[in-house]
Nanobody, 113 residues
């Protein structure tokens, strides 16, 4: 069974950048499609980005052009590079394996306006 651990998020000013990591253990995720989701209190968890094996990527309209999902299979890690952050990007961010639907514990990203 794979375990996913997201890096610590943090507080960033609007317009700034932040990179999240999702490190997998237990088995390789080299052939998994991987996703990032986010959730704010009182709302449903929403899709952010997907990387399909090997390297096809898809994004929510709200982050397209600002966020980039990538992977380093040697490190068994998936990344989410977030640029031009907005206040509305404030949320708990989760990584997830797409097929088996295994979630990380989440990491908080707060964007100050």
């Amino acid at each position: 069974q794979v375990q996913l651990v997201e890096s610590v998020g943090g507080l960033v000013q609007a317009g700034g950048s932040l990179r999240l990591s999702c490190v997998a253990s237990g088995r390789t995720i080299s052939y998994d499609d991987m996703e990032w989701y986010r959730q704010v209190p009182g709302k449903e968890r929403e899709f952010v980005a997907l990387i399909m094996w090997p390297l096809n990527t898809y994004y929510a309209d709200s982050v397209k052009g600002r966020f980039t999902i990538s992977r380093d299979d040697a490190m068994n890690t998936v990344y989410l590079q977030m640029n031009s952050l907005k206040f509305d990007d404030t949320a708990m961010y989760y990584c997830k394996t797409r097929r088996a639907s295994i979630w990380g514990q989440g990491t908080q990203v707060t964007v100050s306006s």
